[in-house]
């Protein structure tokens, strides 16, 4: 049997990759960003009580993972709007 974290790999890694590689543009930072939101919830999993219920934490994980390696990244700047786009990608608006 799978523990949660392997059910939430298995569910989540294409979904969360495509929406951190809408923001970022690039292969390599994507699977940077990835890797650390995969080892937060991994170091996290402990917490996990509901695979099914963990989409929204999982995402605002990759959400502020985003964030984090522009603020890390200045020379590097979001293009104009990506969370709009980003949101528009994936049908929040």
Known sequence: MES????????????????????????????????TVFTEIFESKDKITEV???KNWIFR???NSILDFY??????????????????DFGYI
Do not use: G, M, W
């Open 71 to 88: 603020r890390k990244n200045s020379k590097v700047t979001p293009s104009k709007n990506f969370l709009d786009r980003i949101y528009e």
């Open 4 to 35: 949660k974290f392997e059910q939430l790999y298995d569910i989540y890694y294409d979904c969360v990759y495509r929406y951190i590689y809408v923001a970022v543009k690039n292969k390599r930072n994507a699977e940077d960003i990835i890797t």
């Open 52 to 54: 099914e219920l963990s």
């Open 61 to 63: 994980i990759a959400h």
